[in-house]
């Protein structure tokens, strides 16, 4: 990807998080990723096909006014599961759980409760 679409895509962003609530853009645009652009066409990755589908209900317009812009011209765009991000998005869960469960008394058995196990009847 051209350093010219990721400052297109950089000021996109800017301009969207001036016409939305600051939480509601850290929610929704935190984890996105310029894929792809062709002839006016740009393609937004996303961690799950909820936020695709949110993205593009929602907030479609605002994202592609200020893409339009941004780039000086007409553009549109498209939402798309990103598998990069889907992976990334899965495996930060699945570690915010697994700190939680650590937490949790006995959520980590000691070594006392190791040894014990391997004697109970």
């Given at each position: 990807?051209?350093?010219?679409?990721?400052?297109?895509?950089?000021?996109?962003?800017?301009?969207?998080?001036?016409?939305?609530?600051?939480?509601?853009?850290?929610?929704?645009?935190?984890?996105?990723?310029?894929?792809?652009?062709?002839?006016?066409?740009?393609?937004?990755?996303?961690?799950?096909?909820?936020?695709?589908?949110?993205?593009?209900?929602?907030?479609?317009?605002?994202?592609?006014?200020?893409?339009?812009?941004?780039?000086?011209?007409?553009?549109?765009?498209?939402?798309?599961?990103?598998?990069?991000?889907?992976?990334?998005?899965?495996?930060?869960?699945?570690?915010?759980?697994q700190e939680?469960?650590?937490?949790?008394?006995?959520?980590k058995?000691?070594?006392?409760?190791?040894?014990?196990?391997?004697?109970?009847?």
């Open positions: 990807m051209t350093a010219v679409l990721h400052d297109i895509w950089s000021a996109t962003l800017e301009r969207v998080r001036e016409k939305v609530d600051p939480r509601r853009f850290h929610l929704w645009f935190k984890e996105t990723e310029l894929l792809c652009a062709e002839a006016g066409h740009f393609q937004i990755g996303v961690p799950s096909r909820f936020v695709a589908e949110w993205l593009d209900e929602h907030l479609k317009d605002a994202v592609s006014d200020s893409l339009s812009e941004a780039a000086e011209a007409p553009q549109s765009v498209r939402f798309v599961v990103s598998p990069k991000l889907f992976r990334k998005v899965q495996a930060a869960r699945i570690e915010a759980q939680l469960l650590d937490e949790l008394p006995g959520g058995p000691s070594a006392d409760q190791n040894d014990l196990r391997h004697y109970s009847l």
